[in-house]
């Protein structure tokens, strides 16, 4: 009764590693999808700060500028 309790267990131990082999692929591309959009939705808001960034660096040139210009008069 022994050997027949472990031939089961070896078939069930078998069926799980087929199916979870067979599911790999479809898992990896679902979490390579996701993390394509992650990566998109960073770089869109890296670009955004790299803007605001540039945007602050001319508002404090355009104001050394005009210091400058006011105390020339």
Do not use: C, H, W
Request: glycine share 8%; aromatic share 6%.
């Amino acid at each position: 009764m022994k050997f027949q309790n472990l031939k089961n267990k070896a078939k069930y131990a078998l069926a799980t590693v087929a199916v979870s082999a067979m599911s790999a692929p479809v898992m990896a591309d679902g979490i390579l999808d996701s993390v394509k959009e992650e990566i998109s939705g960073y770089k869109t808001e890296i670009i955004a700060l790299g803007a605001i960034i540039v945007g602050i660096s001319i508002a404090f040139a355009v104001i050394r500028i005009g210091k400058r210009g006011a105390n020339q008069v």
